[in-house]
């Protein structure tokens, strides 16, 4: 059965999910030093994963909200979260920072590719090195981090979950938000993730994507500045009539990286207040 009834010390009886556990996992989170990947990353450890976040800012300082979850991890959750600082479209690095952990660890279970960039510029402006820039970071990088996570799980006959951080933005086009180059590098992501799906399921690694909508996020928050129309207007485009915050998608990652979605793979898993549902 996959609900487990156990009866406890005093008598009381507790009802749990044990298929959402991710004790004994170790999980690569990309774009893990700040914002939504740390915030994945911090719902991971809670669901007893060991975490390594990769990013290309600089190692977080002490007094950093990275430094804050990687001390509560080990005081409260029997955990680690270490970073390790890498440009995901350097491949070779890639392959050697995952290598090494999952040496270091006995393999690697799991990952989430959360790392990525946004420019809103209009279609007639953008240089063709903006351009590059925005496909090597959000297409190329994400593609060269699963494949070095997935060469490690082939490597070592392990089955694993990989999670690709896609946006609504790669199904529909944003009312009044004009960033082409981004909204084409999600829809990439999205059918890269089908396609990995459909090559590495022989080897039991499910891939799957999220598609999040609007976001509050410290980049929001300076687009809100600029652009005031946008706090009521990206609202009312949804039907719930507001905007998400990053806690609300850690749920989904850690069902993607468990085996509470066993059987699902080569999915998008859409979470956007029914913005693309109208």
């Known amino acids: 059965m996959l609900n487990a009834t156990l009866g406890l010390h005093d008598g009381a009886r507790s009802t749990l999910l044990p298929e959402f556990s991710l004790a004994g996992k170790v999980i690569i989170v990309s774009g893990g030093a700040r914002g939504v990947g740390l915030t994945q990353a911090e719902g991971l450890l809670e669901a007893g994963a060991v975490v390594h976040a990769l990013d290309v800012l600089p190692p977080p300082d002490a007094e950093s909200e990275f430094a804050r979850v990687a001390a509560r991890a080990e005081r409260e959750l029997g955990s680690s979260l270490t970073y390790h600082r890498v440009d995901v479209r350097d491949q070779a690095a890639l392959n050697e920072i995952v290598g090494g952990i999952a040496d270091a660890a006995g393999g690697v279970h799991g990952l989430i590719a959360a790392a990525g960039i946004q420019q809103e510029t209009p279609a007639l402006e953008y240089s063709a090195a903006d351009a590059d820039r ?3 970071v ?8 699963a494949q070095a996570v997935a060469r490690q799980m082939i490597k070592r006959g392990q089955p694993g979950s990989l999670v690709l951080i896609g946006s609504m933005s790669g199904t529909v086009a944003n009312r009044g938000l004009i960033c082409p180059a981004y909204n084409a590098s999600k829809a990439a992501v999205l059918q890269l993730a089908r396609n990995l799906a459909a090559e590495w399921g022989e080897h039991g690694i499910r891939v799957n994507t999220i598609s999040p909508g609007y976001i509050v996020t410290a980049m929001t928050a300076g687009l809100f ?3 005031p129309e946008r706090k009521t207007a990206w609202p009312d485009a949804n039907m719930l009539k507001r905007l998400s915050y990053p806690e609300e998608y850690r749920g989904a990652a850690v069902f993607l990286l468990s085996d509470a979605s066993s059987f699902m793979t080569g ?3 859409r979470i956007d207040g029914g913005h693309c549902a109208w």
């Open 134 to 136: 925005m496909l090597g």
């Open 138 to 145: 959000n297409v190329t990088g994400v593609f060269m981090t």
């Open 225 to 227: 500045e600029a652009f």
């Open 267 to 269: 999915a998008d898993l």
